[in-house]
């Protein structure tokens, strides 16, 4: 009867405002899930953005000073692509110049992972169902994710707002409401991807290549022009940020462009999020073969894990060519200030200025390799609390042989990342491939070390495991503005990659290679004898 | 019957996890060519038992034998003559379900009779092209069933496997642990499905707080219990209240109610037949009564009312 039925199509189409019942609850079960991770997340981007005025302080003194650093900054192509150009020569200026893309980043990050820890992996997990059975609106999930990381990113401007009205309040309000712009335009973004994957791994990676080619397209940009009119620049939501021009009379119509980016990708991932199924993507999954040829741990750890070092293998490679490009142009600068000459140094050696450009973009791919060698290791941990690691090792397969073959890769993958970030190098540089292509292996005992305390805390227990991102996060950070900061030589020397010989142009060393390689051996080798001797979890 | 050693031996076995007694004292002894049954409640300490015997745990004291092997220090040789279901089958999500079942099976050591992989997947109407989470919760417990059934093992380890599959499914599940038992193979069966049990199991063990409190064969068990009788007698009883092994004892008039530990049966039936007996009615046993009398904190008393349901 189309009297009865008109009414419920009716219903069925719009669903009033009952599509978002239950949001509040949800927003409010999401942050007590994220009580650690966010307040860490925003309080290490936050700190990082904070300790950066001092420092610049100690190094650029007089205002003279800073006005010749900024002019040879912006006439220099290589590190307006690093950092972008820079618009004031102020404290505030140069502090929004040096850490706003990169603080920009942070954010974009956090906000991917909370998006797909709220949605994708919610649906995937199976944990989804279970909650929107209960007074739950087909759209309160989504959008409780969005809030948390809309929440995340206004505590985070708020924190860069405050730390750093001191230096002039509109810019720090600009910088601030920027950074997170960044962040909520890649929380939505995300959303949308995640309605695409069925998988949550593939979400994260897929929106990370995205944040990765915000940031490329912005450096393109920025290396082309020097004053951020360039139209890749302007299709980057990271060249927004350096668009918007905190502490050089702020731009604020620009803070439109996150609001429209924002809202505009939100609804589009709303529309699609009404479209599809829970748990279902509009990538469906293909069938599979019907028998398999899969026979060994060795061949299944590959299979589950050749994606991820398929993708690292290209990004680094593309990456190493990038920077390898921009190496000669490095070499303009520096020159006569001794500060930030002694900065490069401490970064990358002394010796030739190319050199000194090249041994950091080498030193950053090798603390950058950290972050795979841990997720690969940590593949372990995934596939034994999701106790598909318990019928593996109930057929007639070693502890070791089925770790050891997840490791094979992890550790094995290292070498072969950071081998093509150097080939990429030396490419886009054109000169020095043995150097160079040497220098990017000697970074392998150092990411190794960190892969081997990864061993070693999941050998230890599981729940230690997820401790590995810690240590990674801390050396990566200690290497990334350590030299910047001038912290103390004790604290650099705590990361394993503050010990490697600064090459190519410094000497080398062979006595930290062995020795790093040592370590990474002997935790390799306590970690798997925890593997071998703890209870397996549940 | 020549006695082959068990394939199964345990004894006093004990884990704890924290706090938890997860094991305290369990025995279990499983025959070479039976089909025993595991029972217990929820949380009694089954799946760490079968993980113990999987070598995924290590027993804090006690001694287990597998297949004549140490579970823990030769957990690969062993495991090279065992198949393994557990009760919730997690699946790779870029993995075909074909492709599992043979990687299960190549993992094994020997590889699976293709034959009988065709002829199982089939039985099991399963479709092996499927990928991951796009199966059922019954349909991923089909993957390791077919896996495990079309390997050639000495000892299969069935952790409550057949949760999720519809009553057609578990007629065949039924069947194939059967033709299991009718090659020789051993089957240890954890299951809470008390006609699976009946159906199946030669002798059961139950546990309960992770200790053995029962173990034979279901006649052995059904002795333990008590059968409820009602009578109409011809004159009043006489001394039936002090008869050993009654219970929840009613008279009114000549009608009698109560129920008797089944092997005190005997006394019970002289006494009321010395009154002489109009009408009698007597209920076995059910397993469910067996099992929740079990199942349940140690109580003195049965349950009072009947629990047929």
């Given at each position: 009867?189309?009297?009865?039925?008109?009414?419920?199509?009716?219903?069925?189409?719009?669903?009033?405002?009952?599509?978002?019942?239950?949001?509040?609850?949800?927003?409010?079960?999401?942050?007590?899930?994220?009580?650690?991770?966010?307040?860490?997340?925003?309080?290490?981007?936050?700190?990082?953005?904070?300790?950066?005025?001092?420092?610049?302080?100690?190094?650029?003194?007089?205002?003279?000073?800073?006005?010749?650093?900024?002019?040879?900054?912006?006439?220099?192509?290589?590190?307006?692509?690093?950092?972008?150009?820079?618009?004031?020569?102020?404290?505030?200026?140069?502090?929004?110049?040096?850490?706003?893309?990169?603080?920009?980043?942070?954010?974009?990050?956090?906000?991917?992972?909370?998006?797909?820890?709220?949605?994708?992996?919610?649906?995937?997990?199976?944990?989804?169902?279970l909650?929107?059975?209960?007074?739950?609106?087909?759209?309160?999930?989504?959008?409780?994710?969005?809030?948390?990381?809309?929440?995340?990113?206004?505590?985070?401007?708020?924190?860069?707002?405050?730390?750093?009205?001191?230096?002039?309040?509109?810019?720090?309000?600009?910088?601030?409401?920027?950074?997170?712009?960044?962040?909520?335009?890649?929380?939505?973004?995300?959303?949308?991807?995640?309605?695409?994957?069925?998988?949550?791994?593939?979400?994260?990676?897929?929106?990370?290549?995205?944040?990765?080619?915000?940031?490329?397209?912005?450096?393109?940009?920025?290396?082309?022009?020097?004053?951020?009119?360039?139209?890749?620049?302007?299709?980057?939501?990271?060249?927004?940020?350096?668009?918007?021009?905190?502490?050089?009379?702020?731009?604020?119509?620009?803070?439109?462009?996150?609001?429209?980016?924002?809202?505009?990708?939100?609804?589009?991932?709303?529309?699609?999020?009404?479209?599809?199924?829970?748990?279902?993507?509009?990538?469906?999954?293909?069938?599979?073969?019907?028998?398999?040829?899969?026979?060994?741990?060795?061949?299944?750890?590959?299979?589950?894990?050749?994606?991820?070092?398929?993708?690292?293998?290209?990004?680094?490679?593309?990456?190493?060519?990038?920077?390898?490009?921009?190496?000669?142009?490095?070499?303009?600068?520096?020159?006569?200030?001794?500060?930030?000459?002694?900065?490069?140094?401490?970064?990358?050696?002394?010796?030739?200025?190319?050199?000194?450009?090249?041994?950091?973009?080498?030193?950053?791919?090798?603390?950058?390799?950290?972050?795979?060698?841990?997720?690969?290791?940590?593949?372990?941990?995934?596939?034994?609390?999701?106790q598909?690691?318990?019928?593996?090792?109930?057929?007639?397969?070693?502890?070791?042989?089925?770790?050891?073959?997840?490791?094979?890769?992890?550790?094995?993958?290292?070498?072969?990342?950071?081998?093509?970030?150097?080939?990429?190098?030396?490419?886009?540089?054109?000169?020095?491939?043995?150097?160079?292509?040497?220098?990017?292996?000697?970074?392998?005992?150092?990411?190794?070390?960190?892969?081997?305390?990864?061993?070693?805390?999941?050998?230890?227990?599981?729940?230690?495991?997820?401790?590995?991102?810690?240590?990674?996060?801390?050396?990566?950070?200690?290497?990334?503005?350590?030299?910047?900061?001038?912290?103390?030589?004790?604290?650099?020397?705590?990361?394993?990659?503050?010990?490697?010989?600064?090459?190519?142009?410094?000497?080398?060393?062979?006595?930290?290679?062995?020795?790093?390689?040592?370590?990474?051996?002997?935790?390799?080798?306590?970690?798997?004898?925890?593997?071998?001797?703890?209870d397996?979890?549940a | 019957?020549?006695?082959?050693?068990p394939?199964v031996e345990v004894s006093a076995l004990h884990k704890s996890f924290g706090k938890t007694h997860a094991l305290d004292g369990l025995d279990l002894t499983v025959e070479?060519?039976e089909v025993h049954g595991f029972l217990g409640p929820n949380g009694a300490g089954k799946s760490t038992a079968i993980r113990v015997l999987l070598?995924l745990l290590?027993a804090d004291s006690g001694t287990a034998?597998?297949?004549?092997?140490?579970?823990?220090?030769?957990?690969?040789?062993?495991?090279?003559?065992?198949?393994y279901v557990p009760g919730d089958?997690?699946?790779?999500?870029?993995?075909?379900?074909?492709?599992?079942?043979?990687?299960?099976?190549?993992?094994?050591?020997?590889?699976?009779?293709?034959?009988?992989?065709?002829?199982?997947?089939?039985?099991?109407?399963?479709?092996?092209?499927?990928?991951?989470?796009?199966?059922?919760k019954g349909?991923?417990q089909?993957?390791?069933?077919?896996?495990?059934?079309?390997?050639?093992?000495?000892?299969l380890i069935l952790d409550e496997p057949t949760s999720g599959l519809d009553p057609?499914?578990e007629e065949?599940f039924q069947?194939?642990v059967?033709?299991?038992?009718?090659?020789?193979?051993?089957v240890l069966l954890s299951s809470h499905i008390l006609s699976e049990v009946e159906e199946l199991c030669d002798r059961v063990s139950i546990i309960r707080a992770g200790r053995t409190v029962e173990s034979g064969s279901l006649a052995d068990l059904r002795h333990l219990t008590r059968t409820s009788i009602t009578a109409?007698?011809?004159?009043?009883p006489?001394?039936l209240a002090r008869l050993p092994g009654v219970h929840d004892l009613d008279v009114s008039?000549?009608r009698v109610q109560l129920q008797v530990d089944t092997d005190k049966l005997d006394a019970v039936l002289?006494s009321l037949?010395?009154?002489?007996?109009?009408?009698l009615r007597s209920t076995p046993p059910t397993l469910e009564e067996l099992f929740l009398r079990h199942y349940q904190d140690e109580t003195p008393s049965a349950p009072a009312g009947t629990v047929a349901r």
């Amino acid at each position: 009867m189309s009297a009865t039925a008109t009414p419920a199509a009716f219903a069925a189409r719009s669903g009033g405002a009952r599509q978002l019942a239950g949001t509040g609850t949800l927003l409010m079960f999401n942050l007590r899930r994220d009580r650690v991770m966010i307040p860490v997340w925003v309080a290490v981007t936050a700190l990082l953005v904070l300790s950066l005025p001092g420092s610049l302080e100690s190094v650029y003194s007089t205002p003279a000073e800073r006005a010749e650093i900024a002019r040879q900054l912006l006439t220099n192509s290589s590190l307006r692509a690093t950092y972008g150009p820079v618009f004031s020569d102020s404290i505030g200026g140069l502090t929004a110049w040096r850490i706003g893309g990169y603080a920009a980043i942070l954010a974009g990050v956090m906000s991917l992972l909370v998006v797909v820890r709220h949605t994708r992996d919610e649906e995937e997990s199976g944990r989804q169902e279970l909650i929107s059975s209960a007074m739950v609106g087909r759209r309160a999930p989504l959008t409780a994710a969005l809030l948390t990381a809309l929440v995340a990113n206004a505590a985070l401007a708020l924190l860069i707002t405050g730390g750093l009205a001191g230096r002039g309040a509109s810019g720090a309000l600009a910088l601030g409401l920027g950074v997170a712009g960044v962040g909520t335009a890649f929380a939505t973004l995300t959303a949308i991807v995640a309605q695409f994957t069925e998988s949550a791994r593939l979400a994260k990676g897929l929106t990370g290549g995205l944040l990765g080619a915000a940031f490329v397209l912005r450096a393109a940009g920025d290396s082309a022009t020097d004053d951020g009119s360039s139209a890749l620049t302007w299709i980057s939501p990271i060249g927004w940020l350096e668009n918007l021009r905190p502490f050089a009379d702020e731009r604020w119509w620009v803070l439109g462009l996150f609001v429209a980016a924002t809202a505009l990708q939100g609804w589009l991932a709303y529309e699609l999020a009404g479209r599809r199924d829970v748990g279902m993507s509009f990538v469906p999954t293909r069938p599979g073969p019907a028998t398999g040829r899969l026979g060994t741990a060795g061949a299944l750890a590959w299979r589950l894990q050749r994606g991820a070092v398929l993708g690292w293998s290209v990004g680094f490679f593309a990456a190493g060519v990038a920077f390898g490009g921009l190496t000669k142009g490095a070499a303009d600068l520096v020159g006569d200030n001794a500060k930030t000459r002694q900065i490069i140094e401490r970064m990358g050696g002394q010796s030739s200025i190319e050199d000194a450009f090249l041994a950091t973009m080498v030193g950053m791919f090798g603390m950058v390799a950290a972050l795979y060698v841990v997720s690969s290791v940590l593949r372990l941990h995934a596939e034994e609390t999701s106790q598909r690691a318990e019928p593996i090792l109930a057929n007639a397969v070693g502890r070791l042989r089925w770790a050891g073959s997840h490791l094979v890769i992890a550790f094995g993958g290292a070498v072969l990342i950071l081998l093509l970030s150097g080939l990429g190098l030396a490419l886009g540089y054109g000169q020095e491939l043995g150097p160079v292509v040497g220098a990017s292996l000697v970074q392998v005992p150092a990411v190794w070390v960190l892969g081997g305390l990864a061993v070693l805390l999941y050998g230890l227990s599981p729940r230690l495991a997820v401790g590995a991102w810690g240590v990674a996060g801390f050396a990566l950070l200690v290497g990334w503005i350590g030299p910047a900061l001038d912290v103390p030589q004790a604290v650099l020397d705590l990361s394993p990659f503050g010990h490697l010989p600064k090459v190519p142009g410094g000497e080398m060393s062979w006595t930290p290679v062995l020795v790093l390689t040592g370590v990474a051996v002997g935790l390799v080798s306590a970690g798997l004898a925890g593997v071998r001797r703890r209870d397996v979890t549940a | 019957m020549t006695k082959a050693s068990p394939a199964v031996e345990v004894s006093a076995l004990h884990k704890s996890f924290g706090k938890t007694h997860a094991l305290d004292g369990l025995d279990l002894t499983v025959e070479t060519g039976e089909v025993h049954g595991f029972l217990g409640p929820n949380g009694a300490g089954k799946s760490t038992a079968i993980r113990v015997l999987l070598g995924l745990l290590r027993a804090d004291s006690g001694t287990a034998r597998i297949l004549g092997r140490d579970p823990w220090a030769d957990a690969v040789e062993a495991h090279r003559r065992i198949a393994y279901v557990p009760g919730d089958v997690t699946l790779w999500r870029n993995l075909s379900g074909g492709e599992v079942i043979d990687l299960y099976g190549r993992l094994r050591g020997g590889g699976l009779d293709s034959r009988r992989r065709a002829e199982l997947i089939d039985r099991f109407e399963l479709d092996p092209t499927k990928k991951g989470r796009t199966y059922s919760k019954g349909n991923r417990q089909k993957v390791a069933l077919v896996a495990a059934f079309a390997s050639d093992v000495d000892l299969l380890i069935l952790d409550e496997p057949t949760s999720g599959l519809d009553p057609l499914m578990e007629e065949v599940f039924q069947r194939c642990v059967a033709e299991e038992r009718d090659r020789g193979r051993t089957v240890l069966l954890s299951s809470h499905i008390l006609s699976e049990v009946e159906e199946l199991c030669d002798r059961v063990s139950i546990i309960r707080a992770g200790r053995t409190v029962e173990s034979g064969s279901l006649a052995d068990l059904r002795h333990l219990t008590r059968t409820s009788i009602t009578a109409e007698l011809a004159g009043a009883p006489n001394g039936l209240a002090r008869l050993p092994g009654v219970h929840d004892l009613d008279v009114s008039g000549n009608r009698v109610q109560l129920q008797v530990d089944t092997d005190k049966l005997d006394a019970v039936l002289r006494s009321l037949t010395a009154s002489g007996v109009r009408s009698l009615r007597s209920t076995p046993p059910t397993l469910e009564e067996l099992f929740l009398r079990h199942y349940q904190d140690e109580t003195p008393s049965a349950p009072a009312g009947t629990v047929a349901r």
